[in-house]
């Protein structure tokens, strides 16, 4: 009889009874190979969770997309208006500065000869200098006013205060205030 030595010997083990490896953990546990299949997808819970997460950065990334497009017409209504009130200040400071005529009947714009002819603007549709009509600047409104004024030491019935105001009817932030002054001619 040959007796192996204690160190080689293999433990005893019941042959019905379950290995180290298949022991379930808790019920319904199939093993090692159900872990692995499990982490392969993601949880309704993480779903959901995902889609709110992103669903709040569109949300915030769209605001300002909108507020930048709404607003991305503002400066060119505003170059609009500057470029409306230089065209009138242009051919206001190009008139005399009292009335060559002498005489204010039947005048229309095209007719206008002084510098105080234009203060019966007051919120008009932007026209023409012969009184025509622009269609395409409706929206806007022009207002012209000219006061006497002293300035340095000039006497306020020789210079003209000559304020144009430009406003769009769609849009209150679009405004165009241009200020100059007219002298009598020595």
Known sequence: MCIEPVARMKP???????????????????????VANRTKGFTLIELVVTIVVLAIGVTGILAV???????????????QAVLIAEAYMDEILGKAFADPDGS????????????????AIVSAAPAAASG???????DYRVTVT??????????????????????????AGVRADLVGYRFRDS
């Open 12 to 34: 005893w083990r019941n042959p019905g009874a379950p290995t180290p490896d298949s022991a379930p953990l808790h019920p319904g546990y199939n093993g090692p190979a159900a």
């Open 65 to 79: 997309y909108i507020q930048t497009v709404a607003r991305s017409a503002d400066p060119m209504l505003q170059q």
């Open 104 to 119: 204010e009947i039947g005048e229309s714009r095209s007719t206008w000869d002084d510098v105080d002819d234009y203060a």
């Open 132 to 138: 025509t009509a622009i269609a395409d600047l409706a």
């Open 146 to 171: 000219v006061t006497p004024e002293a300035v340095g030491g000039v006497a306020a019935s020789d210079a003209r205060n000559i304020t144009v105001s430009v406003t769009h009817a769609q849009d």
